[in-house]
Each structure stands twice: as structure tokens, then as C-alpha cells.
């Protein structure tokens, strides 16, 4: 198989020694946006690295903060959004890259799946053109090589008789079809980074799961990281090998994925997973909602934001913001009372025949792959 030539990359490291450092490192991301109740801070202080080839989990409810995470790693926030702190790709800091050198690194070193295949393709353009679009662009290949290459990359994405729909139209494509073709844009110039938003959640139930499996075969093969957004666990317990729970605009659990399913050390990921959907129900599922509301973000306390939907909460919670404190080594919390949580019992012995399939229960060993 062979690979489109990446030249010099545009939207590449400031000096030499930045090539040591770690693909993506976020330092106390934080973005404020305008809504009708004037500006609200909707992310809080994110802080996390991904290494080159790593697999990064995001979990919450709706509405804590997960796409506008992603959309910040495109260059993609709302107009008028404003962005502090540090979000540093390859060595290079992206908060406040101009325009201009965004467009040179979105599609290229960094892609995106987007939830919805119908929103991200062009219903005026046959699909080959919009996987070629990119090759074209960034890799500067001819009309006839970028067709060929576009070809090549709607086999990978094992879509039927690929040669004869090369010139079909989204609308001619099933639901799963139309996403493997947004996976297929996704992959052409190889991007070091992959971030996908809730990719299945537009397709019915046994097709998330072929599509997924798909995507981390390619990512596994292609060796790029992925940040991957999903309501279903049982994705994330396979597909992941780290997880960040997220609650208002902050991340409030952080861990080895087998330990955060094993643990659970914040009481937002306790609640998360007492309302998870029960083996034997549907994988992919989603999430029932825990007790008590989100609070909107103009409302966010100036404590612990979840104090007023947790079992545990005290005083000093709704006093200052906790930090996020160490659980154990490379696991943390943002929790002031983690020593009151009780500990979960081990998990239940399994067939191996159980433990392969279904929605996660307890914390299988080998949760995350690698
Ligand atoms: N364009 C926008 N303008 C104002 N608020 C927004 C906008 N986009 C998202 N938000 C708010 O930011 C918060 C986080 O949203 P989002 O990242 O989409 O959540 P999630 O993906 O976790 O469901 C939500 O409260 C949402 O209402
Ligand atoms: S800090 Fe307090 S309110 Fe917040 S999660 Fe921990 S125990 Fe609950
Ligand atoms: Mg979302």
C-alpha cells in the first residue's frame, strides 16, 4: 500500500528540538464563548497529552464540554469564540494560529470524523472528487493520481464496488456507506491525528460497531493517535487506552482506561456508570442521564461543579474549585473527598466467552488495547 508523499509540513514544529515532543499537549485550554446570557466559559482548564500513535477516550453527558474539545484541536470554534491558555501540536502552538495555517493543517496532519456523514459530505459533488479534494490540495497530487488514490482509499474503507461508485453522489449511499466514505477524507493524507466525534451515532446498532472496529484498524495500521468521542463505554473499554471523564467544561477523571473502569474514582464517573445500559441491552445504547441536571454554563458554581447532583457532597466542595488530585500513579481525580468514596468491589470473574462481547461491567484486565 502505498502513501501519499507527505512533503515539509506547513503547520510543522517551531524549532529541531520540538520533535521530541509529545504529538498534542494541552495546558490549561480554556474557551469562552457568547451565548444570550453574555460570555460563559465552556472549557475550564484542560490539560492533557497524547503521544504520537496513542488512543484518547473523551466521555460526559451531553453538553459537558466533548465537541467543543474537538472542535478546538480543528480550528473549529463558534465565531467569537475566545481561547486561552495552550494547545501545542507537533511543538507548535495552535491557540491563536492565524487562519490561514489552520487550513494547512486541518485535513492534513489533523482530521476529523464528523458524527453526522450527511453534514460533512457535499451533496453536489460525486465522492471520489471529495476524497481526491484533499490530495489535491495538501499533497499537490495530479487530477488522475488523486483519483486513483481516492480508489484505493474507498477499498480500505472496504465500500462495495468502490471503482463504480467513485462517481456516485452521497444521496446514492447508504447511512453506513456515506461514513465510510468520511473516513475515507479522513485518512487520505495520512494525519497524525484523528479525532472523532461520536462517528457512529447516525447508524443503527450492528453497523456502529462494524464501522468502529473499521476505524481502529485503521488507525492501529496507519499508527496515528486518535482522540475518540462516544456515549458507549464498551467502545471506549475497546478503542482506548486512556479516558478523560468530562463534566462542566473541566476533566474530572483521568486514567489508564482499565483503571478509571475499575476505579472510578470521581463520583461522576460512579454515576455514569450506575446509569450505563446493562449487559444484555443493545451496544451503543445510550447513556440514561445521572440525577439532577447539567448546570447551564453561565451558572457553573465556583466549586466543585457537580456538588449538587453528588451523594457525597460536603462544605468545603461548593467553597474552591478542587484540583485534580492524584488517585494513583498516572490516574487523577478532581475530587476533594476521595478518601470517603468507598472502594468498589474487584470485578466479576467472567467467561472468557463474556468478557470478549458486550457492554462493560467492572473493569475487564485489557480493557484498553496496548
Ligand atoms: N456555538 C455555541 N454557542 C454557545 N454555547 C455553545 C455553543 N456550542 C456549544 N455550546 C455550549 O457549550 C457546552 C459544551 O457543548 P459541547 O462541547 O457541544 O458538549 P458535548 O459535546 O459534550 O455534548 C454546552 O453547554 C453547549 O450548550
Ligand atoms: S468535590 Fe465534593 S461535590 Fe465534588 S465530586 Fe467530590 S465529593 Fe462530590
Ligand atoms: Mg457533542
Given amino acids: 500500500m502505498t502513501a501519499p508523499h507527505r512533503p515539509a509540513p506547513p503547520g510543522g514544529p517551531g524549532t529541531p528540538d520540538d520533535r521530541a515532543a509529545p504529538l498534542l499537549v494541552l495546558r490549561d485550554l480554556r474557551v469562552r464563548l457568547r451565548t444570550e446570557r453574555g460570555m460563559v466559559e465552556a472549557l475550564r482548564g484542560l490539560d492533557f497529552t497524547l503521544g504520537r500513535g496513542e ?3 473523551l466521555i460526559g ?15 473549529l470554534l463558534p465565531e467569537g469564540a475566545q ?5 501545542r501540536f507537533d511543538g507548535r502552538e495552535l491557540v491563536g494560529l492565524p487562519e490561514r495555517d489552520w487550513c494547512a493543517l486541518r485535513g492534513d496532519r489533523i482530521a476529523m470524523v464528523f458524527q453526522e456523514p450527511m453534514t460533512a459530505l457535499n451533496p453536489l459533488h460525486p465522492i471520489g472528487r471529495q476524497i481526491a479534494e484533499p490530495l489535491r490540495l495538501h499533497r499537490g497530487l495530479s ?10 482509499l474507498l477499498e480500505r474503507v472496504r465500500l462495495p464496488q468502490a471503482a463504480r461508485r467513485l462517481d456516485a453522489y452521497p444521496h446514492q449511499l447508504s447511512g453506513g456507506q456515506r461514513q465510510r466514505v468520511v473516513i475515507a477524507i479522513a485518512l487520505a493524507c495520512r494525519p497524525e491525528l484523528l479525532v472523532a466525534d461520536e462517528p457512529t ?21 496507519d499508527g496515528m493517535a486518535l482522540l475518540l468521542i462516544s456515549h458507549d463505554l464498551g467502545v471506549m473499554a475497546q478503542q482506548v487506552q486512556r479516558l478523560l471523564v468530562m463534566y462542566g467544561g473541566q476533566v474530572v477523571e483521568d486514567g489508564p482506561t482499565a483503571a478509571v473502569f475499575r476505579q472510578r474514582r470521581h463520583p461522576y464517573t460512579r454515576g455514569l456508570f450506575a446509569a450505563r445500559p446493562r449487559l444484555g441491552l443493545p451496544r451503543g445504547t445510550r447513556l440514561a442521564t445521572i440525577a439532577g441536571r447539567v448546570p447551564e454554563l453561565a451558572d457553573l458554581p465556583a466549586g466543585c461543579a457537580f456538588a449538587d447532583r453528588c451523594p457525597w457532597a460536603a462544605d468545603a466542595c461548593r467553597a474552591a474549585m478542587p484540583a485534580l488530585q492524584p488517585a494513583a500513579a498516572g490516574h487523577a481525580a478532581r475530587c476533594l473527598r476521595l478518601d470517603a468514596l468507598p472502594e468498589l468491589p474487584p470485578p466479576p470473574q467472567r467467561a472468557p466467552a463474556d468478557a470478549a462481547g458486550g457492554p462493560v461491567d467492572g473493569a475487564p484486565d485489557g480493557a484498553a488495547h496496548g
Fill in 83 to 87: 481561547t486561552s491558555g495552550s494547545m
Fill in 61 to 75: 453527558e451531553s453538553g459537558c464540554g466533548k465537541s467543543l474539545t474537538a472542535l478546538a484541536l480543528m480550528g
Fill in 201 to 221: 451515532t447516525a447508524l443503527d446498532v450492528t453497523l456502529q460497531r462494524e464501522v468502529l472496529a473499521l476505524l481502529a484498524e485503521l488507525v492501529a495500521e
Fill in 55 to 57: 488512543t484518547l477516550g
Fill in 143 to 152: 487530477a488522475s493520481a488523486a483519483r486513483a488514490e481516492a480508489l484505493r
